[in-house]
């Protein structure tokens, strides 16, 4: 039965491919998102994949929107459906109206159709099979075929895509025929057979502007690079691999003595998680710059470290790439369910800076602050990224750094400083910021040595258990807690159109789906004002935000809620007032899912003005 009608859209719509892992598709993929870019049309792809080498289901969504809305919308216009195994589940998703292109070359039963959608049926294997005699070629030139039949069906520009092919095999000449072959055979079948079967459109713009494409990941390496990080131990998990090894890859371009060919920079893969974080601690003892890069499990594993930086007042920075647990969960999906056990890492009373970046962008300016904050503060500094921001390429502003720009090494006496007679004691307060001085190994042959140790001392660090040594000293901690809310990342607000009652808070990769549920509430006449949370501690102006708002909805990617847990454990926020809006499924939260969960809470509330001076 013929659809009643065809979803129409130009430069806006949801593109989602359906794929086996391992089967060659990703490059195809990216190839297709990457074409759309260079016609000037933003776009921002998801891959979801599975934890295995190969042979189980992969996604790769693609949202399409010159308006430049990044996050997941919700919903499918178009699925390019190349799996079996996952056909019913694929299908489900497609929008009213919407498309389906799949591999027709062997005919399927009624059932596997929907009456409400339009069918786009494109003999790949047979086509492949006919004009190809290898069989992985085969397989690896089938991506590129469907590729050329999106191009032929959404007005995508073959040059492009050509230009796409040359670069991406630059200096294998061998594979550059094939592959374009192996499109235009995908073009012409589009255009010359499938003539008006799709009214979604693709139509150059000049939308991109400035912004570059990269992932999060290798935004923070490079952040890492530029904020002087010359130390990296680690232990490989998913999703921050790809971090350590971009900043590898960094370094031995900038960290290299030009004339002796030295390296300047040390980048260990440690046997475990915990031996890495011992080495980023005694590397940060003897005043390095140093950091690790992990995910959850690895946290838990080097929690014990982490206390012992914390209360012998060490600098390091981990980033902390977030994905699916407890345990090890799901490894190659996205969620901010570490916050807690970042947060209040080790035993005893323990509180750490978490750094909250929305974007690529952030990824690298906050690697960058969270060396300087470390060295400022004396304590382990947390960049809470997430597998969404950190393995998905992003549009974003470009990367900048300013040459004027010193790094902020804090408290550190020089060894004119302990000549000139200077009273010296490691963890002596004496400014009332909760920060004492320090002095680096060998900075003066007699004066300012120390113990460092993991049990309590005095203000000189010498050995103590007595009661008002341990209060001064943990007391002291606290003050310097307390001091960084002022030299953290302050968050960001944007008002509504309107005056009204209602809030939002949100932080990290939740921030591009909120920005498009923002316009869509408002356009229902649903007024909220927004705050990204941009670190922990939280600042003074986000008890003053709450305290405007008598609701507050609290956007996360966990179960517990466990920013909302946060506020209203440090700022002793009423829990009524705070609203949790939870997506915890590992898929990267979308646009529709915020829009409908703050309407259903705001049914039957005035959110527009009751009158002049008073607000709803």
Known sequence: MKPVHRITAVNDFVVKFANVNGSGSASANELFA??????????????????????????????????????????????????????DRDVAEIEPGGYLLYDS??????????????????????????????????????????????????????????????????????????????????????????????????????????????????????????GGATVCAWYPITPSSSLAEAFQKYCSRYRVDKATGTNRYAIVQAEDEIASIGIVIGAG?????????????????????????????????????????????????TQQADLLSCAYASHGDTKHVLLFPEDPHECFAFAADALDLADRLQTPVFVMTDLDIGMNHRLCEPLRWDDARRYDR???????????????????????????????????????????????????????????????NVERLLQKFETAKSVVPQPVERKAAKPTRHGVLYFGSTSPAMAEAFDSLQARGLHV????????????????????????????????GQLRTMLMTEQEIAPARLVPILHFDGTPITARFITEAIAQRLQGANVEPIKKGLVA
């Open 410 to 472: 804090g408290k550190v006496m020089s060894r004119e400083d302990l000549d000139s007679g200077r009273e010296f004691g490691r963890y002596l307060d004496v400014d009332g910021d909760g920060i004492p001085w320090r002095t680096l190994p060998g900075t003066h042959p007699q004066r300012g040595a120390y113990f460092t140790r993991g049990t309590t001392r005095d203000a000189y660090a010498r050995y103590s258990e007595t009661g008002p040594d341990y209060v001064y």
């Open 34 to 87: 990457r074409s759309l870019l260079r016609m000037g049309v933003p776009v921002s792809p998801r891959n979801i994949f599975p934890s295995n080498i190969q042979g189980l289901p992969t996604w790769y969504e693609v949202r399409v929107n010159e308006r430049g809305y990044l996050g997941r919308r919700g919903g499918v216009d178009l699925m390019v459906a190349m799996n079996p195994q996952t056909w």
């Open 285 to 333: 003892w003897n005043g390095a710059r140093a950091f690790t890069a992990t995910s959850g499990p690895g946290v838990s594993l080097m929690t014990e470290f982490i206390g012992l930086a914390y209360f012998a007042e060490i600098p390091m920075t981990i980033i902390d790439v977030q994905r699916g647990g407890p345990s090890t969960g799901m490894p190659t999906r």
């Open 105 to 226: 070359s062997k005919p399927l039963p009624p059932s596997k159709f929907r009456d409400d959608v339009n069918l786009i049926g494109v003999p790949l294997t047979e086509m492949c099979a006919t004009r190809y005699t290898d069989p992985r070629e085969r397989q690896l030139l089938k991506n590129i075929v469907y590729v050329g039949v999106l191009a032929a069906l959404l007005g995508i520009e073959p040059e492009v895509i050509a230009t796409l092919l040359g670069e991406q095999y630059k200096g294998k000449a061998k594979l550059i025929q094939p592959n374009l072959d192996a499109f235009m055979l995908g073009l012409h079948h589009g255009r010359d057979v499938l003539d008006d079967v799709l009214a979604l459109r693709v139509e150059r713009r000049d939308a991109v502007g400035s912004r570059i494409f990269i992932e999060g990941n290798a935004a923070a390496a490079l952040g890492c690079v530029y």
């Open 529 to 560: 004002d927004l705050m990204r949370i941009r670190a922990f501690p939280f600042s003074a102006a986000v008890d003053r935000f709450v305290a405007e708002h008598d609701t507050v909805f609290v956007i996360e990617q966990n179960r517990d």
